[in-house]
């Protein structure tokens, strides 16, 4: 069975400040997806990013960015120049190819500070 | 593109009796969504997956016949909560799964609802 990570359970940083969410994942499959979900104090789950497992290059997405080391089972989540509206729950997440179910880790709540 | 919503955000009832939500597709079809649940401060748990025009497929420890699932379209799913009790206070979130089209599908989260059994 799948499982997912997440060993900082809270994190807090101050504006525009660079911070790196863990997770790590165990997974006997060679192909599978990887997420970050932001659920904001509004609850509403919002996908972040997503890497392919078969892809080597680290997925970006503006100030998100991943560190996806595959052989580690590793993918951390760095937000550069942080901002108040970064404040939100994480959640990293593995999806099998092949089988829609996601499965979460418990969460990393940040936040940042002004 | 991709939103998906349900109703009510938020409902209060009296213990026995049954409440639906409904999740919605609002801009794509979507042949599977999922439910979850959501404790206070803790991550997702998948109750069932809603597939449509077939029966739902329940996780284990689920009871199909409390959390009744029908997904009678390409864009609507509702997840009835029958003969509620207050343990089944919750927050509950469903996603509708986009096919991409190049094999590789995305789930878009509807914005949960809130509810409390008394």
């Known amino acids: 069975a799948q499982t997912v990570t997440q060993s900082q359970p809270e994190m807090s940083v101050q504006e525009a400040e660079t911070v790196t969410l863990s997770c790590t994942y165990d997974?006997?499959?060679?192909?599978?997806?990887l997420f970050w979900y932001k659920q904001p104090p509004s609850r509403q789950m919002i996908l972040v990013i997503r890497?392919?497992?078969?892809?080597?290059q680290n997925a970006t997405e503006n100030r998100f960015s991943v560190n996806f080391q595959k052989a580690a089972k590793s993918f951390s989540l760095k937000i550069s120049d942080s901002q108040l509206g970064d404040t939100a729950m994480y959640f990293c997440?593995?999806?099998?190819?092949?089988?829609?179910?996601?499965?979460f880790g418990k969460g990393t709540r940040l936040h940042i500070l002004p | 593109g991709a939103v998906v919503s349900q109703h009510p955000s938020r409902v209060i009832c009296k213990s026995g009796t049954s409440v639906k939500i409904e999740c919605r597709s609002l801009?794509?079809?979507?042949?599977?969504m999922f439910w979850y649940r959501q404790f206070p401060k803790k991550s997702l748990m998948l109750m069932a997956t809603?597939?449509?025009?077939?029966?739902?497929?329940?996780e284990q420890g689920v009871e199909k016949d409390k959390f009744l699932i029908n997904h009678a379209s390409l864009t609507l799913s509702t997840l009835t909560v029958t003969s509620a009790h207050p343990e089944d206070s919750s927050f509950y979130i469903c996603?509708?799964?986009?096919?991409?089209?190049?094999?590789?599908?995305?789930?878009?989260f509807g914005p949960g609802t809130r509810l409390t059994v008394l």
């Open positions: 809603s597939n449509e025009g077939s029966k739902a497929t329940y």
């Open positions: 997974t006997s499959e060679s192909n599978y997806y």
């Open positions: 890497q392919e497992a078969y892809k080597q």
């Open positions: 801009d794509f079809q979507a042949t599977t």
């Open positions: 997440a593995f999806m099998k190819h092949g089988n829609d179910k996601i499965i």
């Open positions: 996603s509708a799964e986009r096919e991409n089209g190049w094999g590789t599908d995305t789930q878009y």
